[in-house]
């Protein structure tokens, strides 16, 4: 059975760096809900565009949330997994939007306006790993590579 490890925070930032597609978990008056987004890291904080009045953009404003990603590759039984979570504001200052799309801008896969900028700024950050021997940057199904 794989030995299942914690991962350093800089890992965790280095592979939330890496991805496109990530998942944010909100509470809503009807029970928790799982949404898949597109996303950006703009320092210490994850920024996804949703509509206004969307879920995310109505049950995610200013609240605690939860955004994970992962990759697992089932024949060989091993993987990861990094969870931020944080509190939520809407990006409203016109000078953080320029900052945010100069730096990396989410670019939402879904058709429709998403003109609402989420940040969650992270104040707690973890990740686990199944297995050794192999790379998580380079077994991810998508690897995003920016610029320091």
Known sequence: MPELLELSPQECTTL????VV???AVSTPDGPHIIPVNYSIVDDAVVVRTSPYSLLGTHGRN???AFEIDHFDHAYQ????VVARGRSEVVT??????RIRSIWE???WAAGARNLYLRIRWSELSGR????GWSMQMA???LRRLSS
């Not at 939330?16 to 991805?19: D, I, P, S, T």
């Not at 091993?78 to 997994?81: A, E, F, N």
Request: aromatic share 4%.
């Open 129 to 132: 790993r199944l297995g050794t």
């Open 78 to 81: 091993h993987g990861w997994s």
């Open 106 to 108: 989410p670019r939402p």
């Open 22 to 24: 990530g998942r944010v």
């Open 16 to 19: 939330l760096r890496a991805g």
């Open 63 to 65: 609240t605690v949330l």
């Open 93 to 98: 200052d016109p000078a953080d939007v320029e």
């Open 140 to 142: 991810s199904p998508v």
